[in-house]
């Protein structure tokens, strides 16, 4: 049996997608720029995927701005506003220390360049609290950036609440919903958030085409310059296959979702449950509440991720681990030293991340593979052998 | 990260794994923060090395560069088998991943301290076979295997 349990990672394309994008590998190749009919057809597609973008998060088509990546759109909501306000407003950044690499890295570069930046500390389950965000506000906080959803464990941020904190305060509200868009209901008018990165390949859209959401009235400053694309904001010429990609998948995702979310938590629960009552010495890092539908992470005490995705792979199974040798890293994952665990036991972590292809006969399939595998890395590990003893 | 086939049967079929009650030596290397350890269990007859066992926890690596080392130092004798250095092992392996080199390390490491504690319990001094102090105390500082 093949399982592909880590859709946080990607996803498969969707059939019906792949269908929405082929007229761009055909007859649909005209410059969206150019003003005559070959052009204007294009131009007419990349406004309404923009719609179908703007309506599933409820905001403005103008306020969608099409990028390369979900790295790409956080690297420019940072950087834009910090650099477009830090004259007027300051040089503060406000973040959590469980976010994607793609913010800890932009505004470790920024630290270098002048910015002072304070990451918040979650609690052992992975939230933050809009108090902690509040407490951490001076007069120079230029920007607050808080990720919706943890892509490692899970855990759903207080969004609304951290947003209203920030208008209170008035300070921009950055969130990077690349792992909720298309997973939960995200509706930008009652978050409240100022800018929103969402990424196409984590709903079943190709890699290569993520969005930037920008409340009306505010302007960021350029990551790129060039041509008058995306209303002079993002140039470059339009990606047409991943445009009309995204379009059509953030659709079905949303026209399907409270069902999508009911089927990925029942096999979410189905595989905690049978894991709780399989594996012993397990420790669940996944959060009990706020929690992502589809993401279950949990260590395996005493053995390493790397070894386990090995044999899980041997049987079929893709999934991920915070281990450090998975990551190629020297230290596991940030995130599960984040909420407090010893590296030992990071070290030992697995992800499965499920979206609505999955079933239940995959879970069964993984719960009848992952005890033997956790019993066999185990009966080879020298601090099994304590624990016995 | 891409491991060959040789590696990939030593992770799958490791040879070697277990204990040996009764052992001559034990060698236990590396340390759980790190993400690996290595304990390495030795029966000497007349300082050849008649049985070898192990256990590690670690990563695909660290249990394929174990299962080597334990079959090139079987039923050799303990001057021979401490000439097996953590790039023979590598070679054996048909190669390893540059990031997973220190495993190799660990692995050499491993047999090191197994012979030396065999060669203390027999009222010999390690030094005199070439072997230095067994350097981890648990710490990332004290060895380089890391790269810290």
């Not at chain 1, 470059?236 to 009911?262: F, V």
């Not at chain 2, 088998?81 to 997973?100: R, S």
Request: glycine share 8%; net charge negative.
């Amino acid at each position: 049996m093949f399982v592909y349990a880590d859709n946080a990672a990607t996803t498969r394309i969707d059939p019906d997608v792949v269908k929405a994008m082929m007229p761009a590998f055909d007859e649909l190749y005209g410059n969206p720029s150019t003003i005559y009919s070959k052009g204007r057809e294009a131009r007419e597609q990349v406004e309404l995927a923009r719609e179908k973008v703007a309506k599933a998060i409820n905001c403005l088509p103008r306020e969608i701005y099409f990028t390369s990546c979900g790295t790409e759109s956080d690297n420019w909501a940072i950087r834009g506003i910090a650099e477009h306000y830090a004259a007027k407003k300051g040089k503060h950044i406000i973040s959590t220390n469980i976010e994607h690499h793609a913010v800890l890295e932009t505004l470790k570069a920024m630290e270098k360049e002048g910015y002072r930046v304070t990451l918040l500390p979650v609690n052992e389950e992975g939230f933050v609290t809009a108090r902690q965000v509040e407490e951490a506000i001076c007069p120079d906080t230029v920007l607050i950036t808080v990720m919706t959803a943890n892509n490692e464990i899970g855990s759903i941020q207080p969004i609304r609440e951290i947003a209203a904190v920030a208008k209170e305060h008035n300070v921009f509200f950055h969130t990077d919903a690349v792992q909720a868009v298309g997973h939960i209901p995200v509706d930008v008018q009652d978050l409240g958030v100022d800018l929103l990165s969402l990424s196409g390949h984590k709903f079943h859209a190709p890699k290569g085409i993520g969005a930037l959401y920008v409340r009306r009235g505010i302007l960021p400053d350029n990551l790129l310059y060039g041509g008058g694309q995306e209303r002079r904001k993002r140039p470059g010429t339009e990606n047409i296959p991943g445009i009309l990609a995204i379009g059509a998948a953030i659709e079905k995702a949303t026209a399907n979702l409270e069902r999508d979310m009911a089927h990925v938590s029942m096999l979410r629960d189905r595989l905690l449950n049978g894991i709780r009552q399989t594996i012993p010495h397990c420790k669940i890092n996944t959060p009990t509440h706020d929690c992502l539908p589809g993401t279950v992470n949990v260590s395996i005490k005493y053995i390493e991720g790397e070894s386990m995705l090995l044999m899980l792979d041997m049987n079929g199974i893709c999934a991920t681990s915070g281990s450090a040798c998975a990551s190629g890293d020297l230290d596991p994952s940030h995130v599960l030293l984040a909420i407090g665990l010893p590296h030992e036991v990071a070290h030992g972590s697995v992800r499965f991340s499920f979206c609505a292809e999955n079933t239940v006969e995959e879970i069964d399939y993984i719960l009848e593979v992952l005890p033997k595998i956790a019993a066999r890395l185990r009966e080879m590990s020298p601090l099994w052998e304590n624990v016995n003893k | 990260m891409i491991y060959s086939a040789k590696v990939m049967d030593h992770f799958s079929n490791p040879r070697n794994v277990g204990e040996i009650k009764d052992a001559d030596g034990i060698g236990e290397v590396g340390n759980a923060k790190c993400g690996d350890i290595m304990k390495i269990y030795l029966k000497i007859d007349h300082d050849i090395i008649t049985d070898v066992k192990f256990k590690t926890f670690g990563c695909g690596a660290a249990v394929a560069t174990s299962s080597m080392a334990t079959e090139l130092i079987k039923g050799k004798p303990i001057r021979e088998a401490l000439l097996i250095t953590n790039k023979a092992v590598v070679e054996a392996l048909d190669g390893l991943p540059p990031v997973k080199i220190h495993c190799s390390v660990l692995a050499e490491e491993a047999v090191q301290a197994a012979i030396s504690d065999y060669l203390v319990k027999q009222g010999k001094n390690p030094e005199d076979y070439g072997i230095k102090a067994t350097h981890c105390d648990g710490s990332c500082s004290c060895c380089d295997h890391c790269g810290e």
